[in-house]
């Protein structure tokens, strides 16, 4: 039964959208009603109608379903989208089309998902094949990429792009639930012993040793040190929660920890990143300039924010993708940031629930696994926004600009709101 509150939870952020459109609307047209101006700025507009209708329909569906998903997940992220939309429509009007278009085919993503859930988790049966998969996706930038903003992690088609590595990680994620699951006994009583860590035999561990070495290895060819750290932080966390071994956990610190240390020797863009997380203030105007633009952004925007377009986040470079927190930070204040936060522990608590409520060990860690993702990716980037870490250029999730994370994080987004409904415990 669709009750009043369930649908606020969606028409909440619809309305959000709407009036955040609205006004930006209103400010460009400036009082004049030249035809043509509005027809220019309205051309958005069938792709907005599209998202919305889109949102109201998956939403509904979600609601007649039996059993019935969490229906919290997906207004949620429709929060996190419509924030997007707005900011990109205020800060880079000529991408506001493209990211309603990469929504649409999001959301499309989703409910195929959704309508698959159960087959495709079934997935998990062929674990070698899924981490061959994922080295074999990883790798295709290696030889086909191209350099974009510093980063070998792109593959051109024509005038299409697209980013392995957002897929990627989807990979990653089947793959250890499937081998944890599969390996969970013998990967929790240890009997080789290295100092005072406690191991299983080699040839357990030696896949999880691949992934994270291949991984890391990868990435810091391709220069990508945010999908770096977050295929990392997904290996370690996703085997912690399946053994509960705090030596995998110190191991893996150790491990990440010499490889940084080496990067630093040997790559200077790991020593420029650290040296400007160090001190950003040594070259302002120079290797630093994003991160002292964004500090001054969360500087200026003080508790109550600056006001919707009063700001000034365009002085940052890239500010659509890897500082729209920033952006929106200056003009929300403390009061916004605070808000859009708490909405990310409310999806992350959401998750963890449904993960919870998994029968079987390989679905509890696949749907851990897909929250992990949200999380760790919200976490790196949020912390070098602020810069809490070094800045790794990685989306924030659902609000960033960028084609492949929208699309890649509806798939995630599918699969968990599939778990929460196929694959619950029978309480009753």
Known sequence: ????????????????????????????????????????????????????????????????????????LFPCVMMFSSLGIVMIARLKPELLIPQLRWIIIGMVAFVVVLKFGKVISRFVQYQYILGLSCLLLLCLPLFFGTEIGGSRNWILLGSFRIQ??????????????????????????????????????????????????????????QRDLGSALLFFGIAVLMTYMATGSKSYVFLAVAFFCVAAAVSYTMFDHVKVRFDIWLDPWQDPSGTAYQVVQSLFAFGSGGIWGTGFAHGHPELIPEVHTDFIFAAAAEEFGLIGSLMILLTYVLFFYKGLQVALGCRTEGQILLAAGCNIVFFLQAFIILAGVTKFLPLTGITLPFVSYGGSSMVSSFILLGLLVSLSRKEQKNHG
């Open 1 to 72: 039964m669709m009750t009043r509150g369930s649908w606020s939870l969606l028409l909440g952020p619809l309305g959000f959208l709407l009036m955040g459109l609205g006004v930006l609307f209103l400010q460009h047209s400036g009082g004049e009603f030249a035809v043509e101006r509005v027809a220019g700025e309205l051309s958005y507009l069938p792709w907005l109608l599209a998202v919305i209708f889109l949102a109201v329909f998956i939403h509904a569906l979600l609601l007649h379903s039996r059993p019935q998903p969490d229906i919290w």
């Open 164 to 221: 392995p590595s957002e897929f990627g990680k989807i990979l990653l994620v089947f793959f250890l639930a499937a081998y944890l699951s599969d390996h969970r006994q013998v990967l929790s009583l240890p009997n080789l012993r290295l100092l005072f860590l406690w191991l299983p035999p080699l040839r357990f561990i030696a896949p999880l040793l691949v992934v994270w070495g291949m991984a890391i290895l990868m990435f810091v060819v």
